[in-house]
């Protein structure tokens, strides 16, 4: 807060973001009716600004202009201002992010539009410089402009708004394929869902095949990752990828490239500065081609998808150095992102005080503090070749060659426009291990040990340093995701015995911390009396409701919950979710999900997410909950089946003409295309014998697995066929079914392999 400021009225909203700008001289109000009315009450045009705590053009557009007195007044005199948190309100931002792309051919945040009292946009941007920049209007012009042209042509800029909101309805609805018939039998299969399925399979396995192709062509074989500069960790790309080679055959020469393209790119973001390799974890984005140079921030939806994508390259390869990766992502959030009582915070910043600025030993400092301390983004993470001398000592020349290190700094200008990295260093592998004992005749243990000992040291050091930001709202979505990834790496990751004393202790670990985090969501962001999800909390949860990525996400979570421990009361929760999700998003007339819930009167157009991104959309996520929901319950689920290939088609348009936009959705579409391969387990969940079974199976990638205890009540009761399978002899027994016709049972982990692998 500004010295000798009053605060405005985001004073009282728990959003981090919202409370950085709580003291601006901007008259901000919070999106609401309240400001919906003052704003129809003085016929005053919304200038409406949407970001988030941790985007570095966020701050510098504050410091800028909503920290400047004189832009304050123009904002104050001429218009209602509104800011939004898009983390807290995504639905907002998906329509207004809509419209500036559809005009501007980009997005971004900050995001900048002024709408009319009735919410429509008629103009819009991101980042806007305080004043005119080379020919470009600066955000001062541009609020001079339109108050102008709103005192003079109102009428012009609300038929505007009303044709802009129209246009992109159209558009809208012109994407939407007429309804699909429904199913005719009561169980929801029969001559409808069939007349479904085919449909599908008409189009669905040449989608598939144009997206790999897609991915094929534009691999880049030198740096990995796919087209040029930014490159951002799209997640969903992997999945598909191993997704696909695994149908293929992992020995196959289509499968072995799938895996080269997927895994490539892992080692290079590993490799690269996106990685942080003294904290663990990784950066937003790379700026560059190579990797190099990151957006420092990092998010929780990236530090989840990225440890999917190493466990699902540990199972494909089985090498360990994907393990390492996962574990590297797991200990950085646990360690720096963990709610004590459960659950993940959203983000830390990218920005943060210089350690020479700012002496050691800073706590976490506000959005104005850092300002005016000059904050820069990477500080906390750059280190300069003096500093890593002094830290280092004799080492400091290992350890620069290994990662790059120069006198001058290793930045080029042109990857840092703002001059905010000269004179220090990005830390990038630029050569193997092996190479760098070489070059100092060292043995790769010694060399490799005296590396690690060198990031120990810096680990260190860097505890001295003001920590950037941390967002610290836990996001219901986000939290899905990463139960996921725990849930996963409590499956797949076994560190050996000579590291451990016990090998279940990092099972037991990860899985602990899985369930921790469901505990927690279900306590505090769940009304269990409504079946109600919330999205954010933040010592007490907010006030919006769940959207529909929080319920694809979670029901996930949840089912990746029950496959790792085979706790039924998981799987209930995520069938009640499903249920809940189905009624408040589901669009009954074209199939899919919308983003939000009917009955808000703010959000002018109900939307629906085409495009796997930083996220996955929420009706692909949603399609491969149903179907594994379809799958574990047999007959008895037809009907997830049924709503999930409708949701499918819904979004039929997209997927054949740009299916690269869509990989996660594609991955539901093709397990829809064919039977799964069901691997049920009989005995005690809790005995070695029946874990050593469930190891066995996730060993390797399946794409079309679905792992079930036959003890789950709550499976059995609906699917007799899993109620029938017992143990044998008293011994735990794997049953692996295709198509609902099973082998006889194992009751051996070589057994079990040799079912499953051959």
Wanted: hydrophobic content about 40%.
């Amino acid at each position: 807060m500004l010295v000798g400021s009053m605060p405005n009225a985001l004073v009282n909203e728990k959003s981090p973001y919202l409370l950085q700008h709580a003291g601006n001289p901007v008259e901000w109000m919070p999106w609401g009716e309240a400001a919906f009315a003052r704003a129809r009450a003085e016929q005053k045009p919304i200038f409406l600004s949407i970001g988030y705590a941790t985007c570095h053009w966020c701050h510098v557009m504050a410091h800028e202009s909503f920290e400047n007195e004189d832009v304050a007044a123009v904002l104050n005199a001429s218009f209602v201002s509104i800011k939004v948190d898009r983390e807290e309100r995504p639905d907002v931002d998906k329509v207004y992010m809509t419209y500036v792309q559809a005009m501007t051919g980009h997005g971004g945040w900050p995001l900048s539009a002024w709408l009319t009292p009735e919410l429509k946009p008629f103009f819009g941007g991101t980042y806007f410089p305080p004043e005119d920049r080379g020919g470009r209007a600066g955000f001062v012009s541009i609020l001079r402009a339109i108050a102008k042209g709103w005192a003079e042509e109102r009428e012009k800029l609300v038929a505007e708004g009303e044709r802009v909101i129209g246009t992109l309805r159209e558009h809208l609805e012109s994407k939407a394929e007429s309804p699909e018939p429904r199913a005719q039998s009561d169980e929801g299969s029969g001559s409808g869902l069939s007349a479904l399925s085919s449909r599908l399979l008409e189009s669905g396995s040449a989608a598939f095949e144009k997206c790999f192709q897609y991915f094929y062509e534009a691999f880049d074989p030198n740096f990995g990752g796919f087209g040029g500069a930014p490159k951002f960790p799209r997640a969903s790309i992997p999945s598909f990828l191993f997704r696909a080679a695994a149908l293929q055959g992992l020995g196959s020469e289509s499968g072995r490239e799938a895996v080269k393209l997927a895994t490539a790119t892992l080692q290079a973001m590993a490799r690269g500065g996106m990685h942080d390799h003294v904290g663990g974890g990784y950066h937003r984005y790379s700026v560059d081609e190579r990797w190099f140079v990151p957006h420092f921030e990092k998010m929780l939806y990236d530090q989840a998808q990225i440890a999917l994508n190493a466990l699902e390259a540990k199972q494909a390869t089985g090498d360990e150095r994907y393990a390492w990766m996962a574990r590297d992502v797991f200990e950085y959030v646990l360690r720096d992102l963990a709610h004590p009582a459960g659950g993940f915070y959203s983000a830390e910043d990218a920005d943060s005080l210089p350690p020479e600025a700012a002496g050691s030993g800073k706590d976490q400092v506000t959005s104005h503090q850092k300002a005016e301390a000059h904050a820069v983004e990477g500080a906390f993470y750059v280190w300069t070749q003096a500093e890593l001398a002094e830290v280092l000592g004799a080492d400091a020349p290992l350890f620069a060659a290994h990662y790059g290190v120069t006198e001058n700094g290793n930045v080029p200008a042109e990857l840092d426009p703002q001059g905010e990295l000269k004179g220090k260093n990005v830390l990038m592998q630029r050569q193997s291990i092996v190479r760098t004992a070489k070059a100092f005749g060292l043995d790769v243990v010694e060399a490799n040990d005296r590396v690690l000992a060198a990031l120990e040291k810096l680990r260190a050091r860097r505890k001295q340093r003001p920590r950037p930001l941390r967002d610290d709202k836990i996001i219901t979505a986000w939290n899905g995701l990463m139960i996921s990834a725990l849930a996963k790496g409590a499956q797949v990751l076994r560190e050996a015995p000579e590291e451990k004393e016990d090998e279940n202790d990092e099972r037991e670990r990860l899985l602990a911390a899985a369930r921790k985090t469901a505990e927690f969501l279900e306590r505090e962001l769940y009304d269990a009396e409504r079946g109600v999800l919330y999205r954010n909390w933040r010592d007490g949860r907010g006030a919006a409701e769940g959207f529909a990525e929080d319920y694809a996400f979670l029901v996930q979570g949840l089912l990746d919950l029950y496959e790792a421990g085979f706790e039924e009361r998981w799987f209930t929760w995520a069938r009640r979710l499903q249920g809940t999700m189905d009624e408040k998003f589901w669009d009954d007339a074209n199939g899919g999900y919308f983003n939000s819930q009917a009955g808000d009167a703010a959000i002018v157009l109900r939307l629906k997410e085409d495009y796997d991104g930083a996220e996955p959309a929420a009706s692909s996520v949603a399609a491969m909950n149903l179907l594994r929901f379809a799958a574990m319950l047999g007959e008895s689920g037809a009907a997830y089946r049924e709503r999930a290939v409708r949701g499918l088609l819904a979004f039929r348009a997209q997927w054949e003409r740009a299916p690269q936009a869509l990989p996660q959705m594609l991955c539901a579409l093709e397990l829809a295309l064919d039977a799964p391969r069901h691997v049920v387990i009989a005995g005690d969940p809790a005995s070695a014998e029946f874990r050593a079974l469930a190891d066995v199976v996730n060993e390797r990638l399946g794409p079309r697995r679905v792992v079930m205890a036959a003890a789950t009540e709550a499976i059995a009761k609906e699917a007799a066929w899993v109620a029938a399978m017992k143990p044998v002899d008293g011994r735990a027994a794997a049953y692996v079914c295709e198509d609902y016709a099973c082998q006889a049972p194992a009751t051996s982990v070589e057994e079990l392999r040799r079912i499953l692998w051959g």
